[in-house]
């Protein structure tokens, strides 16, 4: 399991804002931990996105969902999380025609704007002329998040593409 915890000043007035896009830099530290990582996520999504778990009971079936791939044999399971102080994020990259397809957490620092929380993550494809295995992928990444004063999360890769976006938490 990986922690990615980054802390970074506000902005102070309006022109240290303003060069920055409008972009808040994270008022305390944000802990990020990966749960869970892989790129045959059954029964997840068949399209990209992001998918929001505010309760046990949905982390529950999350986890009865990875149990073919993650649990095995071994008996291992995702860890507890404490509902009352983080969120998990599901984000997904869909169902794939081959290998080659990964997502990945950037260590692009957090970001707000307004209410809305950016996470940067990295959403890699293969390369057109890459041989690949023709078998059927769907890439996801499981994250936990703190609770804070944000109300939505943007999920954008590498290149500015907005990936997912879930509101109101």
């Known amino acids: 399991m990986r922690i990615i915890s980054l802390c970074f000043l506000m902005c102070f007035g309006v022109a240290g804002c303003a060069n920055s896009g409008g972009l808040e830099k994270a008022p305390r530290e944000i802990e990020i931990v990966q749960l869970y990582a892989s790129s045959i996520c059954s029964g997840q999504a068949q399209s990209?996105?992001?998918?929001?778990?505010?309760e046990p009971q949905a982390y529950a079936l999350l986890e009865q969902s990875l149990a073919g791939r993650f649990l095995n044999d071994a008996g291992r399971r995702l860890p507890v999380v404490d509902?009352?102080?983080?969120?998990?994020l599901v984000l997904t990259m869909g169902q794939q025609i081959s290998s080659g397809y990964t997502l990945e957490l950037s260590h692009e620092p957090i970001h707000f704007r307004g209410d809305t929380l950016l996470l940067s993550v990295l959403w890699r494809e293969p390369a057109s002329e890459m041989?690949?295995?023709?078998?059927?992928?769907?890439?996801?990444?499981?994250?936990?998040?703190?609770?804070?004063?944000?109300?939505?999360?943007?999920v954008i890769d590498q290149d500015g593409h907005v990936r997912g976006l879930v509101g109101e938490l």
């Open 131 to 154: 041989m690949t295995a023709q078998i059927l992928t769907s890439p996801c990444l499981v994250l936990q998040l703190g609770r804070g004063l944000y109300r939505k999360i943007k």
């Open 83 to 88: 509902f009352n102080q983080d969120i998990v």
């Open 48 to 54: 990209s996105g992001v998918i929001l778990i505010e």
